[in-house]
Each structure stands twice: as C-alpha cells, then as structure tokens.
C-alpha cells in the first residue's frame, strides 16, 4: 500500500501543497522552512529549504499523483526523480529575503510579508507562486556539496574561448539531453529571431534573448535580469552553467528551425 506524504488541494487553476507530518512520522522540528508551492503542474513538487546558518536549497521533485475527486489530490512518495535546482546563501531585509546561488550568483527574491510566502524573482515556472512553511533543520548533501564556483566557472569558460581559434557554427533549433531513466531531461529552443525558452521536462525554467561572446553561448533571462551560459560545439552545447544545472549537462541538436 503506497503511503500518502502530502495533499494538494486545488484552487481555481492552481494546487497547494500541505505536509502530512503525521504520516510521514517526521515533527514539525525536522524541518526548516520547507516549502509546498503552488503552481499548475500536477506531478511536480518544488521545495524551498531556508537554514539557521543563512544556507538555501531549492529542489525539484515528480511525484505519482491521484485524484480523490475534484478539489483534492493524494501526492505519493513514490519519487521518480530528484533535482536540484539551486543552492546558496540567503540575505533577510524586512520582509524581503534575497537568495543568491553559489555557482552562478543567479539573486532570486521572495516576500514573507504574509502567511504564505510569495515568489517574487525566481525560475519562470515558480514566478508568481505562494509557498506554506514548516519549521526544522535538514539539508541535502548533494546539493550542499558540490564543488562548482562562480569563480571556477568564469576560469572555464575563459580558457575555453581561448582554445579555440574560429567561431563554430550556432545552429536554431531545439537541443536537448538525453532521456534516462530516474533523469529529468532539459530542453533549449534557439529561434532565429534571437529569443530562447529553457524547459525541465515540462516545466519553464528559463526565458528571454540569446546571444554569444565567440563560442559562449549567452542566455539572458528578461526576468531575472541574469546570463547563463553554455559552451558551443558542434551541433552540441554544453552548460557552464544553465539553471538547476550542477554537472555541466550536454545538449544535442535535434530540430532545426
């Protein structure tokens, strides 16, 4: 028998998230700040982690989701897949907290000025949420662990332009990862007209205007008002870093436009 770890219930177009603690023999003190959002895609579950010590973690999760009936539905915890998709430090002024990522130095925004938590700058597909909270500690290893800086990736990319002496070929079209199994997939659309849209699976994590410095691929998110960056090979591009990306993913050319 699965086991039911949270209920979504939906208001209008949008489903909220609330922890059943009770059901997942877990108190309110193994928890800090952890964060149902709201948003409109059913199998997904996105969680915001906020630490004493001034750390952040958000994640991405797919979840088997049912419905009970028209305003309610079981989440399981059967997980298919986990990613992360940022961490860093977090700043609080008034009711404003700044979360800034450790790689990319991506700064993210949300306000706190009411009970639930209200997205203000973040991934396209988190813009306009609102967040309820429980309390505790906790933390991901893997996300808290990884070794990528800011730093480290400027030197990369610096040494990269530097190794090649022609601009390659950029191509429009749509690129993408490799489906595996337990692997959520990326997918990036170039169109001609210099505009791009950035998915995880599904879901919009970016978008805005493209651009390139030789063979630096530059991805400037309008909203965010930031660049991520990719590396351009042939038919190929490989991220330094795009958003939720903590492993330099490739992308293969599969349409063109």
Known sequence: ????????????????????????????????????????????????????????????????????????????????????????????????????????????????????????????????????????????????????????LILERSAYNKSTNDEIDLIPGDYSTNEKAGKPRYRLTLDRDNKYQLFINTLTLSEGIYTRNKNILLLYDTSLKHVFHLLIYKNMLVSKLIPGDLEGVKLRIENKN
């Not at 877990?26 to 004493?52: D, M, R, W």
């Open 1 to 152: 028998m699965k086991k039911i770890r949270y209920v979504v219930y939906r208001e209008g177009k949008f489903f909220v998230l609330f922890f059943l603690l009770f059901m997942t023999g877990k108190s309110v003190a193994q928890y800090i700040t952890s964060c149902g959002i709201s948003f409109q895609h059913e199998k997904y579950y996105c969680n915001l982690s906020l630490y004493p010590d001034g750390r952040y973690e958000i994640g991405l999760w797919e979840h088997e989701v049912e419905k009970v009936n028209d305003t309610l539905y079981a989440v399981y915890s059967v997980t298919n897949w986990f990613k992360p998709l940022s961490c860093g430090l977090y700043k609080t002024s008034g009711n404003i907290v700044t979360l800034t990522d450790k790689a990319t130095e991506l700064q993210m925004m949300i306000d706190t000025s009411n009970q639930r938590i209200r997205v203000i700058k973040s991934f396209s597909f988190l813009n306009g949420c609102t967040l309820n909270c429980l309390k505790g500690e906790g933390g991901d290893e893997e996300i808290r662990n990884h070794p990528l800086t800011h730093k480290m």
